[in-house]
Every structure is written in structure tokens, then in C-alpha cells.
């Protein structure tokens, strides 16, 4: 913990007080401008990703007629907006990549870990401002060439949003070149925004702790974006190091994946699957940590066993690390080697076990306030639970035979990302939203967004288990060539309603969300009676944060605790008969 | 809701059926219980006025049993799952008097090499028939899988058989059918434009009208040959 380097950051803080409108909102070095800025730019991912899920989705279930609003699409895409296979190899891959690497990764990575980690840990702001700046700078040209490959000659990439070679290196064989190159250049520069971020992210919870912040302190967020960000610099670079030798592949004529050059396509599914893995925790961990914030905060009772979260977090992030083998079970890969990656997997389903009955038992004996945040974080709870079972299925080889590559997979990865990680962002901004703007969102439209999603959401993606049983394959253009999956043409009908419905229901939180901004009651500093130092500073909180470094007395759970006034106990009270300190002997800002 | 497995018509497909049902079992079990005391929690303990939460911090009897319990399911789970795993995909477990075929796979077709009438692959008598699988019943079928231009998946769902065709490798496979009749051949990895249409179609026969239309399929190809 270094004081100087807050004394150092908050006196710049301070200087720039007041900056010109492009340095306070463009180029901020700002950690909760940085994250704003995040969490505007993967918003707009999400919903774009969205709608291509649901243009996706409407040829799936009527396939070969004409996509309402399809006119406006070119002839390479949609003549007369009947859609091309190739456009719908493309809404496929693009879909998974704009949800992954542009919406879910930096909603977490990007908006909270950047907001969150200075306002809990009490510090001003990260350890290095500019390179912060710089993430988010680097990121967006990364997004804008991800949109770009739509409209260049043959379209979008088309290989998947995992890329596996020879289909994703070789033109001829997926009938895109360009936009296969630009998606793995558009990657390899979204990986350096990445590192810049975890960097940052590792040493500012090393260094910039508040007084009396120790490790057993920290809420829980903390420890997953903490744990999260160690994941992200070890994996990414890995898929950065793949995604330069892909491409390499495509416009140098070398032959890493292809086996008539001497490569060897598994290769590449060895390394993305490598940072595969560890990825699907980084977009898991940060909802597990906010989520038992929420929960504790709206039951009024400590987290149930704390240190055995901690633990869990931990242990999730190392066998993370040698379950990834059981994305290739049927691959070709030595099946001795598949028995050894069931074994991990199974035993990597333990600590996510723990956690959840460590939510349950939050609840328990609990005085549960229902507000939108807790209803989703309830959700999640909810859903996890059914992404974590269906995850048993995949995990036993055997039964993976059937089950691979079929809608069975589709719901599990949407029960984990959507019913998971998803619902917890939802939660999630609805909790913080009023430190972010200073305003409350809007409770009824809230409310209704959240069952409106909670219903579609389920009657979505539920079925989708029973089309894989049925031996639906996935990214199917037109699932009516095959007699087998005749019969299930009415349920793939009844699951697009529903997702069109889910998608409508979006339009409320988009609603809500702009309203709120500008129109909604004003929030103030600790809306939530929570205990945790983002709730001492004012909302929102000015640039540096603190108008005194926060001194921390105890844990952030101490809800309900015997002997205090209220049922909250905020980090920062001096204890009872104890005197505030003296403004002067703390660290000057 | 309709939570079981089409009908399975191959002799290792019971083993991996059972399995499926065992952890749809154990899945459903753990499911309703964990939803039921969430729902129930949620309304016993809903805020009231005048209640006060409970101040718990944890309890490590608790952690241990929530940990040793699902750890001791999911190793037994593991373990139950490894053998059957074995006695599908381990090479050394082909059965020795299996019927030999090659399946080359490519954008968007699977090509079938069938031995002919001497029984043997790489001779004269072989002949390759475009996404038509041909195999008599009750006998063991070994087919050496290829694949010439990206990776695609054979994909057997009443054989409960899939597995990469992968470029540059050759990968075992083999099944037994246990009924006559027409079934599906699919791709299950994303090949291209035309994976949707990548489809073929599976005939098992009777010994007998296998070996005559091999005979009669070879001498075909052996005629055209000699044109």
C-alpha cells in the first residue's frame, strides 16, 4: 500500500478539476469515465448482437421466407431479404463474437472492474490513468474494424466465432477473405486493450488499498475482477498468439493449421481453447462476485462464508487452466487424453457447487428487500443452477458424443452467459446506476423489464435442450433438410417468438436506461444502505473520488450485526466511543 | 417436456444412454431441490417490518459437506462415464473381424469406400458411393475417417456416434447397428456454406443383401473401369 501514489494521483486528480469538455468525456483518464464509456460502447454490442441473433433466428424457424424490415439488406446478404447461407455463416460467427469479445467481456472486464476496483478499495483512481485511457482508446478501433467487415467484398467472417482452421484460413473454403483477416486483426488489437486493462486492474488492488483495506477485507467483486483480471493476462495473449499465426496463415501463405503446409488444424483448437476456458471464467467470476454482493446487501446478512467464496474464486481460476480439453472431446484429439479433461471437469463443477449453496445460505434467515437488483441477482442464482447441471451432461465423455455440437450446447453456454452473466450485469447496473449518474433507474419499468426478460428468456432458450436431445446440430442454415429434425420445426418456431419477444422486452431497459439518465429521482450517496466505500462518496463521485481517503475499520458484510443501530454498518465508521480521525492526520488529497 | 434420447439402434448406445438418464437423475434431483429452497427462502425470509436478519457468518461443517458430497458424485460420475468412453472411442477396443470402410469427407459430401466382394480396402473391387452409408447388421463396422479441405463432423445420432473429420489425420471409428432400416448421416461442425445440406443417409441390411449389392456395386464400378 503506498500512500505516495495515492497523494500523487489524487493532487493530479484535483489539478484537472476542471477540464475542457473533450478531456472530461472523450479523453478522460478518469476510471469511472473510462468505465462509463465501456459500458456505453458494449451496450450498443449487445444490442446489435441481439439482432443478429434474432435475423439468425427467424430463418431457422421459417426458413426461406422473406425477413420483415429484410429489404433494406444487399444482394450479398439477403436478396429480395430472403437470407444467403453465407450471410447466415456470418450472423452466426458474428454474433458470438460481438457478444463474447464486445458486449459480456467488457460490460465486466471493462465497466465494473474499471468502476468498481478504485471506489471499493478507496482509492482515487488506477494505478496508471493513462494507460486506462488507452485500453478504451485501443479497443474502439478494434470495434469499429469488427463492424467494418460487414461491408467489405464477401462479407463478414463466416468460420464461427471459434474460427477453427482450415474453414477460417483458407478463403476459398469459407468464401470470405477479408473479413476473415480483419476479424483476427480486430482481435489481436482488442487482446493489447485487454492487457492494458488487467495490468491495471492487478496492481491497483496490490498497491492502492485504503488503510485498514486488507486482502479479508475486500468485497467480493473486488476478488473476482482481481482474480479476473490475473486470468485475462495470462489467457489472452495466448489467443493473441494464435489469432497472429491464423492470420499468417491467410495472407502470408504459412502453415501453422494446415496440414498440407505440415501444420495441423487441432493445434489451433488446443490454444484457443486454452484461453477458452479460462475466458468462460472471466466471464463468469465477476457475475459470481457481484451478484453475492447484491445478495448480501438485500437479505441484510453477511455473505455466507466468506473465506470459502474466496476460495472458491480461487480454485475456479486454477483448474480453469486444465479443463479445456473438454471442448475437444470428439475432435480427434487421443481420447486417453478426453478421460483425463473429464476428470477436471467434473471436479471444476465443485467450487461452483459451494457457491451456490453459499447464496442459498445468504438468504437463509435473511430480511430479503426485493428491489430490481436483488430480483435479478435472485435470477441468477436461478439460472446458474440450470447452466451448471446441463454443464454435467458435456462433462461425462460419453454422453458428450450425443450432445456435442447440438442446441444442447446452445442452452447451456446461454443458461451460463445469459441466464448467469447477463442477468447479473442487468442487476448489476441497476445497483451501481445511481453512484454511476447520481440518478435512480426507473423501479416499475424495472420491474417489468425484468419479468418480461426472466419469462422470455427461459421459454427462449429452455427448449433449446430439447432440440439438441432431438440431434439438432448447431448453426444449421436450414434445419428442414434433415428428416430427423422435421418434427422439431414447431418448437424452433415457438423458440424465435419468444426470442423476438425477449429482444422487444430490450427496448424497455434501453428506455430506462436513457430516461434515467437524465430524468430519473436523484439518488443519494447510499441509496442501498450498503456497507462498502463506493456508498461513502458522493453519487456520483467527483474526479479522484474521495474528499478524505477512507480509513477501513472492518469487513463489507456486516449486515444485521448484534449491538448496531441499523442493519448496516458501513466499512468506513470509526467504531462506537471511537472519534472520526482528525481530517488532517489523514493522507491529504 | 420431452427429456429422452431418440431411439438408439447401435450396440455401445444403451451404455451411453444409461449414463445420459443416470445424470438426468441425479441432475433433476439436485435441480428441484436447490429451485425449491430458493423459492422457499425467498418467501419465508421475504422483508418485513420488524424483521431483523440473522447475523451468520458461515460454517465450516457446512463447506465441508457442501464440498465432499457433489465432489464425491461428480468422481463417481467421472469414473462410471471413463469406461464406457473406453469401449466407444479407445482404437485398441475395435472389434478385429469388424467390417473395414473409408468415409473422406469434403464441402459437402461424404465419400464412402466400400471393400467389395473380397472384403479387403486399397484392392480393384473397391468402389466409393457419394453420402451413402451401407452397412449389414449385427456385425461391427470400422471406418477410417478423413477429411480433404476443412474440418466437418460425423455425426450418427441413432448410432450415438460423432466425431471430427479432421485434415491431415486419420481417426478411427466404429459401431455395430442393431436393426435394419434408414437413418442419418449429418455434418455436425460448421464446414461452410453448405453445412446444412451435408447430409447422407445410413442403410443397414441383413448380411445377405449387403454382400449382393457390394458384389453387384462392384462389378458395376469394375465395368465402368474397364469402358
Known sequence: MSATAIEHVGAHAVQHGDLPFIRKYIFSTDHKVIGIQFLIMSLGFLLVGGLLALTMRWQIAWPGRAIPGGGILPETMAPGGIMLPEFYNSLVTMHGTFMIFF??????????????????????????????????????????????????????????????????????????????????????????????????????????????????????????????????????????????????????????????????????????????????????????????????????????????????????????????????????????????????????????????????????????????????????????????????????????????????????????????????????????????????????????????????????????????????????????????????????????????????????????????????????????????????????????????????????????????????????????????????????? | MNWSLPENVSTFGAQIDSIYYLILGITAVIFFAVEALLIYFIIRYRHKEGRKAAYIQGSTRLEVLWTAIPLLILVLLAFQSRSVWVAVKDPARIPPDALELRVAAKQFEWNVTYPGPDGRLGTADDFTRRSQLRIPVDRPVRITLTAEDVIHSFFLPEFRVKQDAVPGMEIPVWFQATRTGEFVLGCAELCGLGHYRMRGTVTVQTAEEFDAWQREQSTQAGAAAAN
Open chain 1, 103 to 589: 458486449a459480456i467481456m467488457p460490460l465486466l472486464v471493462g465497466v465494473f472492474a474499471n468502476y468498481l476496483i478504485p471506489l471499493q478499495i478507496g482509492a482515487p483512481d488506477m494505478a496508471f490513468p493513462r494507460l486506462n485511457m488507452a485500453s478504451f482508446w485501443t479497443a474502439v478501433p478494434a470495434a469499429l474494424l469488427m463492424i467494418a467487415s460487414f461491408f467489405v467484398e464477401g462479407g463478414a467472417a463466416a468460420a464461427g466465432w471459434t474460427s477453427y482452421p482450415p474453414l477460417s484460413a483458407v478463403a476459398e473454403f469459407s468464401g470470405v477473405s477479408t473479413g476473415q483477416e480483419l476479424w483476427c486483426l480486430s482481435l489481436i488489437i482488442l487482446g493489447f486493450s485487454s492487457l492494458m486493462g488487467a495490468v491495471n486492474y492487478i496492481t491497483t488492488v496490490i498497491n492502492m488499498r485504503a488503510p485498514g483495506m486488507t486482502w479479508f477485507r475486500l468485497p467480493l467483486p473486488v476478488w473476482a475482477l482481481f482474480i479476473t483480471a490475473i486470468l485475462v493476462l495470462l489467457a489472452v495473449p495466448i489467443l493473441t498468439g494464435a489469432l497472429i499465426l491464423l492470420y499468417f496463415d491467410q495472407v502470408l501463405g504459412t502453415g501453422f493449421y494446415l496440414p498440407e503446409r505440415g501444420g495441423q488444424p487441432l493445434l489451433w483448437q488446443h490454444l484457443f481453447w486454452f484461453f477458452g476456458h479460462p475466458e468462460v471464467y472471466i466471464l463468469i467470476l465477476p457475475p459470481m462476485g457481484m451478484v453475492s454482493e447484491i445478495l448480501a446487501n438485500g437479505a441484510r446478512k453477511p455473505v455466507f462464508g466468506y473465506h470459502a467464496m474466496v476460495i472458491a474464486i480461487c480454485a475456479i481460476a486454477f483448474l480453469g487452466w486444465i479443463v479445456w480439453g473438454h471442448h475437444m472431446f470428439q475432435s480427434g484429439m487421443n481420447p486417453m487424453l478426453g478421460s483425463t479433461f473429464m476428470v477436471t471437469t467434473m471436479i471444476i463443477a465443485v467450487p461452483s457447487a459451494i457457491k451456490t449453496f453459499n447464496w442459498l445460505a445468504t438468504l437463509w434467515k435473511g430480511d430479503i428487500h426485493f428491489t430490481v437488483p436483488v430480483a435479478h441477482a435472485l435470477a441468477f442464482v436461478g439460472m446458474f443452477v440450470i447452466g451448471g447441471l446441463s454443464g454435467v451432461f458435456m462433462a461425462s465423455t460419453p454422453v458428450d458424443i450425443y450432445i456435442h455440437d447440438t442446441y444442447f450446447i446452445v442452452a447451456h453456454i446461454h443458461y451460463v452467459l445469459f441466464g448467469g452473466s447477463l442477468f447479473a450485469i442487468f442487476g448489476a447496473i441497476a445497483y451501481w446506476f445511481p453512484k454511476m449518474f447520481g440518478r435512480m433507474m426507473n423501479d416499475r419499468l424495472g420491474w417489468i423489464h425484468f419479468w418480461l426478460t426472466f419469462v422470455f428468456y427461459n421459454l427462449t432458450f429452455f427448449p433449446m435442450h430439447q432440440l439438441g436431445l432431438g440431434g439438432m446440430m448447431r448453426r444449421l442454415y436450414d434445419p428442414t433438410q434433415y428428416p430427423h429434425l422435421e418434427p422439431l420445426q414447431p418448437l424452433n418456431r415457438f423458440v424465435t417468438v419468444n426470442a423476438l419477444l425477449l429482444g422487444a422486452a430490450q427496448l424497455l431497459f434501453v428506455a430506462n436506461f436513457l430516461w434515467s439518465m437524465f430524468r430519473g429521482r436523484k439518488a443519494v450517496a447510499n441509496p442501498w444502505r450498503a456497507n462498502s466505500l463506493e456508498w461513502s462518496a458522493p453519487s456520483p463521485p467527483p474526479h479522484g473520488n474521495f474528499t478524505v481517503t477512507p480509513i477501513v475499520y472492518r469487513g463489507p458484510y456486516e449486515y444485521s450485526a448484534p449491538g448496531a443501530e441499523e442493519d448496516y454498518l458501513p466499512q468506513d465508521r470509526p467504531p462506537a466511543g471511537q472519534p472520526a480521525p482528525a481530517p488532517e492526520l489523514v493522507p491529504a488529497q
